[in-house]
């Protein structure tokens, strides 16, 4: 407390423009980032959806596209070109599903869009999650051929279980891509049969009806994805915006630069001068050479000496951004993965026990009282407790179904508390996203997500 007194300016930054158009004039853009993560059953068409779009919109070299051409001729799986361009790893090819969160970025109109590919398989709903903890958008792709729609949907397919997960993870935008409407011959009927359903159900899952928006479309002909129809039969009945126009009009987030500093450290080394470097994301505020921050939970004051953005030297860093900084004035062994460089005034919140709203997926045993789980919050890992199970919840609404129920299973949303072993920063999901969030695992497997509801006082 006597480092933090030492504080005389409040670091608290007066910001009276809008912190979007700030963000992008110090980026030299004037396109604002859009986040947009891809969902849906597995075999709906992600892959090959996104591929084509960024086919399309030229981002992929035709030396890249020729090389895929040639080697998916050869395996003979030729409509697999396209799915490739987001797929990287040898293993995905070939098993010819997506496992990762790929990365791939394209301009639309008025925005910058970073795809955060989602895999359709359900044992990667944990990296499903890495992709839509950092979306501020969902584009869901559904399978409009005949028995495909109604087991990706009707019959324990993953589509219901992919919108309710973004939705509780905070996304409430939704494009929603009816594709592989060419096996249908484009009919209108099936389209709206499809519609209808997703329509009540995503109302069910928290959607707004005005919030969605449902695009006929082929990621494999392209046909709707970055122009206006061609398929006369299509024509007849659709004059609505293609996918592309779709995403142009998403509102984007307000990227939090006028908020106290929060950056997470996830590496802490030895630099070349003086002090060390510690690197991270900025969630909130933001990172000026000369700044004293308030490094949590050990609560030891640094300055920051200069910071590092795409391996260039920069004076500031903001939300949003992956920077490095040379900090001094703390002992390097006093700052570890999972602390959080703070705004001495306005400082994170540090407890050892919080209430989050979970919502469990993957565990062979019900979790009952005192279940231990290792926590992953942003790069930290803690041993926890689920020590209180306060309410059992409607998976759709959100209402309230048991108090203290006495155990949880498989697919149900619940609110606990937890207890982690040693005090770490947190946020309550509703202030700051990022440090909201935490993963439940136990044995290497993920069996829960949860967001940070309360901060428990103890
Ligand atoms: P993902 O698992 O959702 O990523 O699906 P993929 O992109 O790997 O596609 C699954 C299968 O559907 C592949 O055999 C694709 O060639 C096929 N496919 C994808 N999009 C379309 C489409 O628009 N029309 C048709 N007829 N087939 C498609």
């Known amino acids: ?72 001729k050869k395996i003979g799986k030729q409509s697999f070109m396209y799915a490739w361009v987001l797929d990287e790893t040898g293993e995905e090819r070939v098993r010819g599903i997506t496992m990762d969160v790929g990365r791939a970025q394209f301009e639309t109109k008025t925005k910058h869009v970073i795809i955060l590919d989602a895999p359709g398989h359900a044992d990667f709903i944990p990296n499903m999650i890495t992709g839509a903890g950092q979306a501020d958008v969902a584009l869901l792709v559904i399978d409009a051929t005949r028995g495909e729609f109604e087991s990706g949907f009707d019959l324990g ?40 359903k997703l329509k009540s159900f995503l109302k069910q899952a928290g959607f707004k009806d005005s919030d969605v928006t449902y695009v006929p479309c082929s990621g494999l002909t392209g ?63 933001m990172l000026s050479k000369g700044d004293k921050v308030l490094i949590c939970p050990t609560k030891e004051m640094a300055e920051v000496r200069s910071i590092s953005l795409n391996d260039l030297s920069s004076n500031v860093g903001f939300a949003g951004d992956q920077v490095v900084a040379t900090i001094s ?21 540090v407890t050892s026990r919080f209430e989050a709203r979970i919502v469990v997926f993957n565990v062979k045993v019900p979790i009952t009282k005192g279940f231990p789980v290792l926590i992953h919050h ?55 996203k990022e440090l909201g969030r935490v993963m439940l695992r136990v044995a290497g497997v993920t069996i829960a997500a949860g967001l940070v509801t309360d901060i428990v006082t103890t």
């Open 378 to 432: 942003q790069s930290l890992v803690e041993s926890a407790n689920i020590v209180k199970l306060k309410a059992l919840l409607n998976k759709s609404t959100g209402e309230l179904i048991k108090k203290k129920p006495r155990c949880l299973g498989n697919n149900s949303v619940a609110v606990v508390e937890i207890e982690v072993c040693r005090p770490i920063c947190v946020e309550r999901y509703k202030d700051v």
């Open 329 to 349: 004035g703390v002992e390097m062994q006093n700052v570890s993965v999972g602390c959080v460089l703070s705004d001495p005034i306005q400082q994170v919140p």
């Open 223 to 285: 046909e709707n994805l970055i122009k206006p129809p061609n398929e006369p039969e299509l024509l007849q009945w659709y004059n609505g915006p293609c996918l592309l126009d779709v995403i142009d009009n998403f509102n984007v987030p307000e990227r939090p630069v006028s908020k106290p500093l929060r950056m997470s450290v996830n590496d802490v080394f030895k630099g070349t001068g003086s002090g060390f470097c510690v690197s991270g994301r900025i969630e909130n505020g």
């Open 157 to 196: 397919g993953q589509t219901r279980e992919h919108a309710l997960l973004v939705r509780s993870l905070g996304v409430s935008q939704l494009a929603v891509a009816v594709n592989k409407l060419d096996t249908s011959n484009w009919s209108q009927e099936r389209f709206n049969e499809i519609t209808k």
């Open 1 to 72: 407390t006597e480092q933090i007194e030492e504080v005389k300016t409040p670091k608290v930054k007066e910001n009276k423009v809008d912190p979007n158009k700030q963000y992008n004039q110090e980026r030299g853009s004037d396109k604002d980032h859009l986040y947009i993560v891809v969902i849906g059953h597995v075999d709906a068409g992600k892959s090959t959806l996104m591929g084509r779009l960024l086919c399309d919109l030229g981002e992929v070299s035709q030396k890249t596209l020729h090389k895929y051409e040639q080697e998916s």
